[in-house]
């Protein structure tokens, strides 16, 4: 475990930079997710997580091996699909308006990294 044992809030202690995030930012109260990590030696982690106000992002998340890895081809078409998910279940209305959320970016930093 980290030492302040917080992944997202301080993923230095895990031996981690963010990478690449996206969230639903429609959400006032709660939160909405889906974050990618990179180590030292240039792996891509990834996870998403979502919640009320009162829990802290990725508190569960205790060790690197509870994350997702960016290994190869079905590694990549793994995060795809995930990601894919999580923005559409993230485009569903909230209180009647609907959500942009925007995973492009996210998508393009990890397909351009992977394929360099």
Not at 20 to 30: G, K, L, V
Not at 59 to 65: A, W
Request: proline share 3%; with cysteine; aromatic share 12%.
């Amino acid at each position: 475990m980290g030492e302040d044992g917080h992944i997202y809030c301080n993923p230095e202690s895990f031996g981690l930079r963010i990478f690449a995030e996206t969230r639903n930012e429609a959400m006032d109260y709660a939160f909405s997710m889906f974050v990618v990590w990179q180590d030292a030696a240039g792996q891509l982690f990834w996870a998403e997580d979502a919640g009320c106000s009162c829990p802290d992002p990725f508190e569960d998340i205790t060790e690197i091996e509870q994350l997702n890895t960016i290994i190869g081809a079905d590694g990549l078409e793994a995060f795809f699909n995930a990601l894919t998910a999580w923005g559409d279940h993230n485009r569903t209305d909230t209180y009647g308006d609907p959500c942009t959320v925007d995973t492009t970016k996210v998508r393009r930093k990890v397909r351009e990294y992977m394929t360099r």
